[in-house]
């Protein structure tokens, strides 16, 4: 999701909801409940060998949260859209994992879809914002043709191969490429995709809009196999649209869809780019610039995956806390009055509000990322969200585990909630940029560099003082 900068408290420290926020969390909260809830039960209806017919099944309710502005609110303002700060993005994604984390990944996953476009709408000049707005029409609509309006981005990113080491010196780089036709003012696209949720459309014919990352191969020092020097410099990404897709019979194929054990309405198949011709005004990040802003977007989606993780600890609060309630196992007592089980249960309470903690401070920070007061850089503000996406992620398995271990026996019941909760929390640690690949090394590169300072984040740069 965007964001745009919130004014500093001037109260200091605070953790109270503004009525913004406190409006948000209801609207989420309702959505959750009464639109997100209820298309579970319809996707549940096709066996999990049929992916593809779980991921159409949560179209009616992606289609009654485009009605509902919330496709439109993952648009920034400068484009158009409604998006207001990561502060509220993350209260809105926590109360939709609270309770049904798969159709509601599609909806977020849209958002990053978009975030690449935000973030270039934000330092570009008025032609180039009224350029992006163009592609923006179906997200700026809340009912478009009709009411089954379900426009759908994605962020094309990873690859059948990985992408954790696409821009190391020598190495292969990403494999989906595009060359330069001066002839016809065109790129021209190949290679394959998978992961990238959404990616394929709800016809699986393509989405709406696509933001493509892959590699310039125009020049004459270009390897189609890579080895690149310097492959950051070579990183790009174009806007492939539906509209381009369907002109070109055959360009746009998918080899395979996905059975996941969690998320298991979600979409992100494999798919293959042949031949896609699009014109030079649909490159969105030209060649040098694509991975800054691809990473940049997923800097975003960090403190997200953090409310993610969080939802999800707070689910597996709620249910097993319920059950050591009314459960006495036999006993005299219930459940909770058992040491043990009261210690795993208040880990989890813990860990949820710790968690809860640090993505509202995360998302504060990227909120004012566009600002340098008290000198704090942006690397210490993306430490935050990077903090945010790796604690919560596997805190969230630690919290369910812990839950089963406090139920014991009957949470392995596919009746109870905790398998469910357990599949759904494994994929935090390793999507959205896995941790041990992309998000520690990103850590790991900020802490080595000379001018790091740990806490500036918190208390201002030490060297402004």
């Not at 849209?110 to 690449?116: A, C, K, S, Y």
């Not at 993610?308 to 600890?313: A, L, T």
Request: with cysteine; net charge negative; proline share 6%.
């Amino acid at each position: 999701m965007a964001s745009e900068a919130a004014p500093k408290s001037a109260s200091g420290i605070s953790f109270a909801l503004s009525p913004s926020e406190s409006a948000t969390r209801t609207a989420a909260a309702s959505l959750a409940q009464n639109v997100l809830l209820p298309s579970r039960a319809q996707y549940l209806a096709h066996p999990p060998t049929q992916p593809d017919k779980r991921f159409q099944a949560t179209r009616p309710a992606y289609s009654t949260a485009t009605a509902a502005g919330l496709i439109k609110a993952q648009v920034s303002p400068l484009l158009g859209g409604n998006a207001s700060s990561l502060v509220e993005a993350s209260i809105l994604v926590e109360e939709c994992y609270a309770v049904e984390p798969s159709a509601a990944l599609t909806i977020f996953a849209t958002g990053l879809g978009l975030t690449p476009l935000n973030i270039v709408a934000s330092q570009a000049t008025a032609e180039r914002k009224t350029e992006l707005a163009e592609f923006l029409a179906p997200f700026l609509s809340t009912t478009g043709n009709g009411s089954d309006h379900a426009p759908l981005a994605s962020l094309v990113f990873s690859e059948p191969g990985g992408v954790a080491n696409v821009l190391e010196p020598g190495g292969k780089g990403f494999q989906t490429t595009a060359k330069f036709d001066s002839q016809t003012d065109e790129w021209v696209i190949n290679g394959e995709k998978m992961w990238a949720t959404n990616s394929a459309g709800w016809d699986f014919q393509g989405c709406d809009l696509a933001c493509v990352v892959c590699r310039d191969i125009s020049t004459s020092s270009s390897d189609a196999n890579g080895g690149d020097e310097k492959p950051i410099d070579k990183v790009m990404i174009i806007l492939v649209t539906r509209a381009d897709l369907d002109r070109q019979p055959g360009s746009f194929e998918l080899l395979k869809h996905i059975t996941m054990p969690g998320h298991t309405s979600v979409s992100g198949p494999h798919i293959r780019y042949t031949n896609v011709r699009v014109p030079s005004k649909n490159v969105l990040c030209p060649p040098g610039q694509g991975a800054q802003i691809a990473f940049a977007s997923f800097d975003a989606s960090a403190v997200l995956v953090g409310a993610m993780g969080v939802g999800i600890m707070r689910a597996a609060f709620d249910a097993a806390l319920k059950f050591a309630k009314t459960d006495d196992r036999g006993g005299a007592v219930p459940l909770l009055e058992r040491q043990a089980v009261a210690d795993l249960l208040s880990g989890i309470k813990m860990q949820t509000e710790a968690g809860r903690a640090l993505t509202w401070k995360a998302a504060w920070a990227m909120d004012h990322a566009a600002q340098s007061d008290e000198g704090v850089g942006y690397d210490a503000r993306r430490e935050l969200a990077l903090a945010a996406k790796v604690w919560c992620s596997e805190a969230a398995v630690k919290a369910v585990t812990d839950a089963i271990n406090a139920v014991g026996i009957t949470a392995y019941d596919v009746d109870q909630p905790f398998a469910e909760l357990l599949n759904n929390a494994v994929v935090l640690p390793i999507f959205d940029g896995g941790n041990v690949g992309i998000r520690r090394r990103h850590l790991q590169q900020i802490m080595s560099s000379p001018t790091y300072d740990p806490w500036s984040a918190t208390y201002g740069s030490t060297s402004a003082r």
